[in-house]
């Protein structure tokens, strides 16, 4: 059984920065396309970013853009959110996610549909 699981949230003063991680393990699927999604209270799960199978293709919701870098090493089937310029508006659970790679193709998902493995999430707080 595939399992995410995610580290480094914490709490962080706007302006700030802090690096998420995520590991898979237990039944590697084959190393398919990653994601980053996020959720604020009382709000519905947004995308944050994601990255390709290959880890050379990587896309960004429009909030995170020029902030937050996401990257992959396939080595150890791990991804990396790093998150610059924190702002409050960035706090909420991290969740991982992660795609079958015969069904993930060379590109990334944006939507939560379409992924098949979530972790348990990590809570990253900006405070200002």
């Known amino acids: 059984q595939v399992q995410l699981v995610e580290s480094g949230g914490g709490l962080a003063l706007a302006g700030g920065s802090l690096r998420l991680s995520c590991e898979a393990s237990?039944?590697?699927?084959?190393?398919?396309?990653m994601g980053w999604f996020r959720q604020a209270l009382g709000k519905e799960r947004q995308f944050v970013a994601a990255?390709?199978?290959?880890?050379?293709?990587?896309g960004y919701a429009d909030s995170v853009k020029g902030r937050f870098t996401i990257s992959k090493n396939n080595a150890e089937i791990s991804i990396y959110l790093q998150m610059n310029t924190l702002k409050p508006e960035d706090t909420g659970v991290y969740y991982c996610a992660a795609r079958k790679r015969y069904l993930s193709g060379d590109g990334y998902y944006t939507d939560s549909e379409y992924y098949d493995y979530w972790g348990q999430g990590t809570q990253v707080t900006v405070s200002s």
């Open positions: 990255v390709s199978s290959d880890g050379k293709r990587t």
């Open positions: 237990g039944g590697i699927f084959s190393n398919g396309a």
